[in-house]
């Protein structure tokens, strides 16, 4: 299975800044998604980060608010802008299909616990 | 229709009992199935895949899939404390993309 690094792990951020988490692979991967999980709640699908493209935003989402980055088949970035105390959340990136073992299942990174103040 | 749904819980269940988890889930075209475990303050934590109808074991987890009526389910068999966490039921829907049921919490009584 691959393994996902996501940094950092945690951030305290003052509203109206904004913040880029990093995602990096330890294998080359098919898909890599950006995932929301506020407190209590279960997992919300913010985009599908697309290598060498636009990423694909849900409804509710959009780009301004959550740009994001995909060079590579390893690495990607979500950028949180101009933050609220709403956008307070954890944010994981999610991998699914590793290119070398051709398998489908996803997997996660340790998150990021964002607290906007 | 939600596209995924669970009943959140709590599911109390006594140690060394049988925890029944259920799913009922959308999107018809939907192939893979995937219940993911989650402890408080972690990130899911894949614990089974299951793609054809029937059942799948592994350990002390069943997964069963029936395609027909929707429905996927997840048993745990000799229950442990350490099983106690909220368990994510996550079909991937038509678009590739994996969607997570509310959760159900667990908690195995000792």
């Known amino acids: 299975s691959a393994v996902i690094s996501q940094k950092p792990s945690r951030d305290i951020c003052q509203r109206g800044t904004s913040l880029t988490i990093q995602c990096q692979v330890d294998s080359q991967v098919t898909m890599m998604f950006w995932y929301r999980q506020q407190p209590g709640q279960s997992l919300t699908l913010i985009a599908t980060a697309n290598q060498g493209s636009e990423a694909t935003y849900e409804s509710g989402f959009v780009i301004d608010k959550f740009p994001i980055s995909r060079p590579n088949l390893t690495f990607s970035t979500l950028t949180v802008s101009n933050m609220s105390p709403e956008d307070s959340s954890i944010y994981l990136c999610?991998?699914?299909?590793?290119?070398?073992?051709?398998?489908?299942?996803?997997?996660f990174g340790q998150g990021t616990r964002l607290t906007v103040v | 229709q939600k596209e995924v749904e669970q009943n959140s819980g709590p599911l109390s269940v006594p140690e060394g009992a049988i925890a029944s988890l259920n799913c009922t889930y959308s999107d018809r075209v939907s192939q893979s199935f995937f219940w993911y475990r989650q402890y408080s303050g972690k990130s899911p934590e894949l614990i089974m895949s299951?793609?054809?109808?029937g059942d799948k074991e592994d350990g002390r987890f069943t997964a069963q899939l029936n395609k027909a009526s929707q429905y996927v389910s997840l048993l745990i068999r000799d229950s442990q404390p350490s099983d106690s966490a909220t368990y994510l039921c996550?079909?991937?829907?038509?678009?590739?993309?994996?969607?997570f049921g509310k959760g159900t919490r667990l908690h195995i009584l000792p």
């Open positions: 999610s991998a699914q299909g590793d290119t070398y073992f051709s398998n489908t299942e996803a997997f």
């Open positions: 299951i793609y054809s109808n």
């Open positions: 996550a079909p991937r829907n038509r678009d590739d993309k994996i969607i």
